[in-house]
T-cell receptor
């Protein structure tokens, strides 16, 4: 089973560049989300979606955009990368409220 | 708002030692509580969970009991192994919030042979 798949796994960007982190799940889950992980701060929620066509902001949404055109995919876009966005990004999905949340393997992003 | 506080690491133990990682939380409602584990270079894996007060979650020899009176969910294992070396995250989710998780800062566990 593929589960939650993130690409790329590693990326180096220059300040001001844009890029998209891809996330796909093959479990027909309604809920999808993006987190960033920074040292000593655990994971913080960036954006989330409770179904196709529905997105909402999490704790740290600034500098990121998302869309959910299909149930399977939930890409995260960095419009103009900044060094403060250097982090590890995790995509997650769940069947619905109260269900187990599954994480992808992470995307390591460095902005120089 | 919701928050999770867990003991800072690293925690260094010898193999077969007893493990406790403390976790306390604040929440506006009645959350579900989780422990996730992250092995080096990997994503997060659900270790165990509890969905209501006095529930005990258990998996792979790890246990945690949902204590509403002390707002705690401490992780314990009776005899750790080198393979348990990882970062452990305590988290909560309120089911009326899109199932999103609020995480603690993580505790790194290092087990020496």
């Amino acid at each position: 089973n593929a589960g939650v798949t993130q690409t790329p796994k590693f990326q180096v960007l220059k300040t001001g560049q844009s890029m998209t982190l891809q996330c796909a799940q093959d479990m027909n889950h309604e809920y999808m989300s993006w987190y960033r992980q920074d040292p000593g701060m655990g994971l913080r929620l960036i954006h989330y979606s409770v179904g196709a066509g529905i997105t909402d902001q999490g704790e740290v949404p600034n500098g990121y955009n998302v869309s959910r055109s299909t149930t399977e995919d939930f890409p995260l876009r960095l419009l103009s990368a900044a060094p403060s966005q250097t982090s590890v990004y995790f995509c997650a999905s769940a069947r619905g409220a109260g269900n187990t949340i599954y994480f992808g393997e992470g995307s390591w992003l460095t902005v120089v | 708002g919701n928050s999770v506080t867990q003991m800072e690491g690293p925690v260094t133990l010898s193999e077969e030692a007893f493990l406790t990682i403390n976790c306390t939380y604040t929440a506006t409602g009645y959350p579900s509580l989780f422990w996730y584990v992250q092995y080096p270079g990997e994503g997060l894996q659900l270790l165990l969970k509890a969905t209501k007060a006095d529930d005990k979650g258990s998996n792979k020899g790890f246990e945690a009991t949902y204590r509403k009176e002390t707002t705690s969910f401490h992780l314990e294992k009776g005899s750790v192994q080198v393979s348990d070396s990882a970062v452990y995250f305590c988290a909560l989710s309120e089911n009326n919030a899109g199932n999103m998780l609020t995480f603690g800062g993580g505790t790194r566990l290092m087990v020496k042979p």
